[in-house]
């Protein structure tokens, strides 16, 4: 199909080539109808190409003149043409996050006719993004740069002790910030939506729902439908934050969907919440020089390491940020409106009937996630989530119930909600689908960091879930504090960063967890989490020369037990 002008000279270049290969071909010339700038201006929200001619292959969008001639000389095009299928696509990606978007390059790559659909909700305050799902818009990308902003606060006030004059006074701009990090987030959209052109990855801005076995309705923005059927399908519509159900939560909250691209600063801030992204928020709000309160339902951290977790969050009360222990709002109301306005919040006690109230600018709910797959339809195909937190059971190929239908990424029940995980997951599946690969997704020893202040990265198991599964008795904790050199001119504290590896007695002591907490823990866990995957012992980690001075080398000296009771702290660096 050949969507051109009648003086078009690139259309009439597409048509020679075409006949030239005995190919039939249908021509829409768009001046000639009356109705014909509509045609293309939906086009252009199609594929995100505003020229003629606009060329599509059994339903692939192709692209222009000079990329049909480029498919042609790859053979792209030879195959496009000699596809015939009962179905429209051999795969369809419901989802435009991290890992749908590896499994649907990966496919187009092995020669597959691949459609992604992708449409984000927009949140209760009406924030919207591009292609690329949550890491890139509202989740990893802007969050380690906003961390930034506060790490380079922190080096300010180092730099004295160095030498650097900064006497004069210096202040955060929050809208600056703003602008350059969303800035840089566009040029990543558009760069996803690039590669999937050149893939000859049909991407279509929809929302997706099943209707019935292999076919899906997708609906633009607009209110059109269209429906598309294919051979396999790959859910990857990731997880979106959780709401308190209470009065006014909605209507005066925000979350990470909108903090990232708040139009102004967010003043005193309540975050409510323990979570990963509760502490990152909130560690980089408080280093940016705001008034920051975390509400504390139970436990800070659940599911990693509770010693860790204790470190960290007395760090950050240690520097300013106020932690609500054991308390859950009950009631959210709106005192002045303005950006930022000011919200009175009344909480309750977890553990008796003790209620306080406070007022803050802007409320940060950080509760945790849900699924994005209650709206999908799966019910009307048998596909199977979990009625808790809509998660999806599947198998170890991410095959759902429906032998047909697969998953990747947060949404999979039991599995790490990390955005590497989630492209290894969807480039593997598609190369056993479409490609002569039989290899799984790993989801063992997935090193991960949370970027609060004082960075905590980890990798295998916490010692909590080390002696569920392997018995107290049968593991062997090795720990120490250690002083960052960096630290030592600019009067930061001692004994706070914190290393600490648990070996399996059993196996050759071989290291089953590994825990930092100190600068830069994600660039040190990730050396030691390949190590891991090798089978890393404590006699490997005693014969390593260490670096000096760096924060790493600490796992090459370790020689205190935890069982030993023997003092940790440092007398120097």
Same mark, same amino acid.
């Given at each position: 199909?050949?969507?051109?002008?009648?003086?078009?000279?690139?259309?009439?270049?597409?048509?020679?080539?075409?006949?030239?290969?005995?190919?039939?071909?249908?021509?829409?010339?768009?001046?000639?109808?009356?109705?014909?700038?509509?045609?293309?201006?939906?086009?252009?929200?199609?594929?995100?190409?505003?020229?003629?001619?606009?060329?599509?292959?059994?339903?692939?969008?192709?692209?222009?003149?000079?990329?049909?001639?480029?498919?042609?000389?790859?053979?792209?095009?030879?195959?496009?043409?000699?596809?015939?299928?009962?179905?429209?696509?051999?795969?369809?990606?419901?989802?435009?996050?991290?890992?749908?978007?590896?499994?649907?390059?990966?496919?187009?790559?092995?020669?597959?006719?691949?459609?992604?659909?992708?449409?984000?909700?927009?949140?209760?305050?009406?924030?919207?993004?591009?292609?690329?799902?949550?890491?890139?818009?509202?989740?990893?990308?802007?969050?380690?740069?906003?961390?930034? *902003? *506060?790490?380079?606060?922190?080096?300010?006030?180092?730099?004295?002790?160095?030498?650097?004059?900064?006497?004069? %006074?210096?202040?955060?701009?929050?809208?600056?910030?703003?602008?350059?990090?969303?800035?840089?987030?566009?040029?990543?959209?558009?760069?996803?939506?690039?590669?999937?052109?050149?893939?000859?990855?049909?991407?279509?801005?929809? /929302?997706?729902?099943?209707? %019935?076995?292999?076919?899906?309705?997708?609906?633009?923005?607009?209110?059109?439908?269209?429906?598309?059927?294919?051979?396999?399908?790959?859910?990857?519509?990731?997880?979106?934050?959780? /709401?308190?159900?209470?009065?006014?939560?909605?209507?005066?909250? #925000?979350?990470?969907?909108?903090?990232?691209?708040?139009?102004?600063?967010?003043?005193?801030?309540?975050?409510?919440?323990?979570?990963?992204?509760?502490?990152?928020?909130?560690?980089?709000?408080?280093?940016?020089?705001?008034?920051?309160?975390?509400?504390?339902?139970?436990?800070?951290?659940?599911?990693?390491?509770?010693?860790?977790?204790?470190?960290?969050?007395?760090?950050?009360?240690?520097?300013?940020?106020?932690?609500?222990?054991?308390?859950?709002?009950?009631?959210?109301?709106?005192?002045?409106?303005?950006?930022?306005?000011?919200?009175?919040?009344?909480?309750?006690?977890?553990?008796?009937?003790?209620?306080?109230?406070?007022?803050?600018?802007?409320?940060?709910?950080?509760?945790?996630?849900?699924?994005?797959?209650?709206?999908?339809?799966?019910?009307? #195909?048998?596909?199977?989530?979990?009625?808790?937190?809509?998660?999806?059971?599947?198998?170890?190929?991410?095959?759902?119930?429906?032998?047909?239908?697969?998953?990747?990424?947060?949404?999979?029940?039991?599995?790490?909600?990390?955005?590497?995980?989630?492209?290894? *997951?969807?480039?593997?599946?598609?190369?056993?689908?479409?490609?002569?690969?039989?290899?799984?997704?790993?989801?063992?020893?997935?090193?991960?960091?949370?970027?609060?202040?004082?960075?905590?990265?980890?990798?295998?198991?916490?010692? %909590?879930?080390?002696?569920?599964?392997?018995?107290?008795?049968?593991?062997?904790?090795?720990?120490?504090?250690?002083?960052?050199?960096?630290?030592?001119?600019?009067?930061?504290?001692?004994?706070?960063?914190?290393?600490? #590896?648990?070996?399996?007695?059993?196996?050759?002591?071989?290291?089953?967890?590994?825990?930092?907490?100190?600068?830069?823990?994600?660039?040190?866990?990730?050396?030691?989490?390949?190590?891991?995957?090798?089978?890393?012992?404590?006699?490997?980690?005693?014969?390593?020369?260490?670096?000096?001075?760096?924060?790493?080398?600490?796992?090459?000296?370790?020689?205190?037990?935890?069982?030993?009771?023997?003092?940790?702290?440092?007398?120097?660096?």
């Amino acid at each position: 199909m050949i969507f051109s002008k009648s003086c078009c000279p690139h259309g009439a270049r597409v048509k020679e080539l075409f006949s030239s290969l005995g190919v039939g071909y249908n021509i829409l010339d768009l001046d000639k109808l009356e109705d014909g700038v509509s045609i293309q201006e939906v086009l252009a929200e199609m594929t995100n190409q505003k020229t003629v001619p606009n060329i599509f292959v059994n339903k692939v969008h192709v692209g222009g003149c000079d990329r049909t001639f480029q498919a042609h000389q790859s053979g792209l095009l030879q195959k496009l043409l000699k596809e015939d299928s009962a179905y429209d696509y051999d795969l369809i990606v419901i989802g435009g996050g991290s890992g749908g978007l590896a499994c649907a390059k990966e496919a187009a790559i092995l020669g597959k006719k691949v459609m992604v659909l992708d449409f984000v909700v927009p949140s209760p305050q009406g924030t919207s993004w591009g292609l690329g799902g949550t890491c890139v818009n509202v989740g990893c990308i802007p969050k380690k740069l906003m961390h930034q *902003a *506060a790490l380079l606060g922190q080096a300010l006030k180092d730099s004295g002790k160095f030498g650097w004059d900064c006497s004069h %006074e210096v202040k955060h701009n929050w809208e600056v910030m703003v602008e350059a990090i969303q800035n840089y987030i566009s040029s990543l959209n558009w760069g996803y939506r690039l590669s999937l052109r050149e893939k000859a990855v049909t991407y279509v801005n929809s /929302y997706a729902e099943f209707v %019935e076995h292999h076919t899906i309705k997708a609906t633009n923005k607009k209110g059109q439908e269209t429906c598309f059927t294919a051979a396999k399908f790959v859910l990857a519509t990731g997880e979106r934050p959780r /709401y308190l159900g209470i009065q006014g939560d909605k209507e005066y909250c #925000i979350t990470s969907d909108d903090l990232f691209s708040l139009p102004y600063c967010p003043g005193k801030t309540l975050v409510v919440g323990a979570s990963y992204v509760a502490l990152e928020c909130a560690g980089f709000l408080a280093g940016l020089g705001l008034d920051v309160t975390v509400m504390v339902r139970s436990v800070v951290l659940r599911g990693f390491d509770q010693d860790l977790a204790d470190r960290l969050s007395a760090y950050m009360e240690q520097h300013g940020v106020t932690f609500l222990r054991k308390f859950v709002p009950a009631q959210i109301q709106q005192l002045e409106k303005g950006s930022p306005g000011k919200l009175k919040v009344v909480a309750k006690s977890t553990e008796g009937p003790e209620t306080i109230s406070g007022v803050y600018n802007t409320v940060l709910l950080a509760i945790g996630r849900d699924a994005c797959t209650r709206r999908l339809g799966l019910e009307k #195909i048998g596909v199977k989530i979990s009625d808790k937190d809509g998660k999806i059971p599947v198998n170890d190929v991410e095959q759902t119930n429906v032998s047909y239908v697969y998953a990747v990424g947060d949404i999979l029940e039991g599995k790490p909600e990390l955005t590497p995980v989630a492209i290894q *997951a969807g480039k593997l599946l598609a190369r056993r689908l479409f490609g002569a690969s039989s290899e799984k997704c790993d989801y063992i020893n997935v090193p991960t960091t949370i970027f609060t202040p004082l960075e905590y990265g980890c990798c295998g198991l916490s010692e %909590e879930k080390a002696i569920e599964i392997h018995k107290k008795e049968n593991l062997e904790v090795f720990h120490s504090f250690f002083w960052p050199l960096e630290w030592t001119l600019a009067g930061r504290e001692n004994n706070t960063c914190y290393a600490k #590896i648990i070996c399996n007695k059993l196996d050759h002591d071989r290291v089953i967890g590994f825990h930092v907490l100190g600068p830069n823990a994600g660039e040190i866990t990730q050396g030691f989490a390949v190590a891991m995957k090798c089978g890393l012992t404590k006699q490997l980690l005693d014969d390593t020369v260490g670096i000096h001075p760096t924060c790493g080398e600490v796992f090459t000296t370790l020689d205190v037990t935890k069982s030993s009771g023997l003092d940790i702290t440092q007398k120097g660096c």
